[in-house]
């Protein structure tokens, strides 16, 4: 495609959206920051190495989408100046450095993707309350779970997944009801799984494979309606396997293997109807797979010791 953009762009003073996504760019023009009543910029998949300073002009934007580019350096202090701003997404990167605490200044922020850089270090101070969806996997950030759980109330969405997050999950995660999408594995959380979990209805995705978690899985976790994939694996859990887990009717992949469960496989395993992964290998079970199990017709595969 074409590699640069010409100055002239500048002159589109009343343009409100522009996508740029996948054209092989490799700067912006600084002429960008002209067309001040821009509201969404989309600029995917591109090769900037450094992110165009010409944006910090464009104070009407709500949308800035520069994921999967090679932009280098740090997350500068003066993005907390775009106050319009709703979605931000800077994933797939090669930023360093911490998230700079201006970023709590955007109190407009919804949506804020930096997964996939190499951030390092704590978020100092909270983020911005209004926060709904947050990708910050794949980095090296080091913060306590519970305190950004705490801070963040309106939450959907958060991937935390692949980085130094330690901490406890925190009682009051029963209280974060909007909450569909939890993604922790991959971290340093220890403690258990707390029974305030069984609030969270309308939870479709819960992952806290390869952490430090121990304890017994509370009954509680069985309350989850509309849990698809629940990922535990990799863990200290002992105890049981509940019973309660046959409330699971939505689950379609379980993973729990690399941990100290111990007694029986729970024979109301066998009322999870839509499942097709069901992972229990490397724990202490004893006895056999129940037959309510062997009956589940989209099973296709089953992993046991």
């Known amino acids: 495609g074409m590699n640069e953009l010409p100055e002239e762009i500048g002159l589109l003073t009343s343009l409100e959206s522009l996508d740029l996504g996948s054209l092989s760019l490799e700067s912006l023009p600084n002429s960008i920051g002209s067309v001040r009543m821009l509201k969404f910029l989309h600029a995917s998949y591109n090769s900037f190495d450094t992110f165009p300073q010409a944006i910090y002009n464009l104070s009407a934007l709500e949308w800035l989408d520069l994921s999967y580019n090679k932009i280098a350096g740090t997350i500068d202090e003066t993005l907390g100046s775009l106050s319009a701003l709703r979605f931000l997404d800077l994933e797939a990167n090669k930023l360093g450095g911490q998230i700079p605490a201006t970023l709590r200044h955007l109190s407009n922020l919804e949506y804020l993707y930096l997964g ?117 694996s990799t863990n200290t859990f002992d105890g049981t396997l509940p019973t309660t887990l046959g409330g699971l009717t939505s689950i379609v992949k379980f993973y729990a293997h690399g941990n100290r469960f111990t007694g029986t496989m729970p024979t109301e395993l066998g009322r999870l109807k839509n499942i097709d992964h069901l992972d229990l290998s490397w724990n202490f079970l004893v006895g056999s797979v129940p037959n309510e199990v062997c009956l589940l017709e989209n099973l296709k595969k089953l992993h046991v010791d």
């Open 116 to 232: 996939n850089n190499d951030l390092t270090g704590p978020i100092v101070g909270p983020l911005t309350t209004n926060l709904r969806h947050v990708r910050l996997e794949l980095n090296d950030l080091k913060f306590n779970v519970s305190l950004f759980l705490e801070e963040l109330p309106s939450l959907e969405y958060l991937d935390l997944e692949t980085n130094l997050v330690y901490g406890t999950l925190p009682f009051s995660i029963g209280t974060r009801t909007n909450l569909r999408v939890l993604k922790l594995s991959g971290n340093k959380i220890k403690g258990s799984i707390p029974s305030g979990i069984g609030n969270l209805s309308s939870m479709t995705v819960l992952h806290l494979s390869q952490n430090e978690l121990s304890g017994t899985i509370p009954a509680e976790l069985g309350k989850l309606p509309q849990l698809s994939t629940l990922a535990i």
